[in-house]
């Protein structure tokens, strides 16, 4: 079933999208108008002309991929050991904690839509400046369901357990509104390469949660409800301290205003052929000025009349 969906979506990939809006043959003249008057003309950055220098030495954007990835370690760890346990502490059998455990990604879902309306209404109202915004919604994403997610470790009622876990996700669906749309902030010529440092790391770190997970279940005896529990606590702690300290950092170091070092930057051995040009032409301005003010020349030339 997984692959046929697979399926039918890469033919509709392969059907609608385009390399750009403005090269689709599915959008009115209307939208196409719209899109050449409010968006900058798509450019690619060939990989000699990466500010390696500057995105090492940025900030911002240091503190947007530290956010990105340390979201990781907890969202990966949910994904993969939700559903045992659901299954190993709450006593769902394999159907129900399988359908218990997919309602999370329905209230992240959520998470994702309303933050977005939001974040947009209150930029657009003058409320807040796109910094502030960005910085709210990290702290929404991470630090608040750090805190639902540490509470919910400390019950064992199957009814608040599940609520809190909904609650959680659907406030770290306000990451779509932090850090992924913060690249195209700093920088939207390179967004492109910089989302993608963040995806790549994020998908590493993502590796660490579902490991110590198994390192901490190791040996457990499942009988023991209340040693399994304890671990779980253990899991979920870490796990939302890790959040924590990605929403923190954010809101002390990260940014929303554009990075002029990133964006206008040009490569090393372009800014010094271009600087050693204008060095020669300028000595050779400087040279024909002094022959022509020289008074051997003008002598040269009265000589000749």
Sequence with gaps: LYAIFGFCWSVCWFIFVTDSPLSSRWIGQDERSYLERSTLPATTVPIREVPWREIIRNVPLLS?????????????????????????VLGYDIKSSGFLAGIPYISIYLGYLTSGVTSDFLIRKGFFSRTSTRKICGFVALFLPGVFL??????????????????????NGSANTCYFVNYMDLSPRLSGITSGIGNG?????????????????????????????????????????????????????????????????RPVTETKSKTTKISIETKSKTTSARDIESPNLIHGVENKR
């Design 64 to 88: 947007t991929i530290t956010i990105h990835l340390l979201n990781g370690y907890g969202y990966y760890m949910l994904l993969n050991d939700l559903p045992k346990f659901l299954k190993d």
């Design 150 to 171: 540490t509470a919910l470790s400390f019950f064992e009622d199957k009814i608040i357990i599940l609520i809190f876990m909904n609650i959680a996700m659907f406030f």
């Design 201 to 265: 790391l994020c998908a590493v770190i993502g590796l660490i949660g579902p490991l110590i997970v198994g390192s901490l279940l190791d040996g457990v005896d499942k009988a023991d409800h209340k040693q399994l529990h304890n671990k779980w606590k253990i899991a979920f702690t870490t796990a939302s301290i890790v959040w924590a300290i990605g929403a923190i950092q954010y809101c002390i170091f990260g940014s929303a205003e554009i990075q002029n070092k990133l964006e206008y930057s």
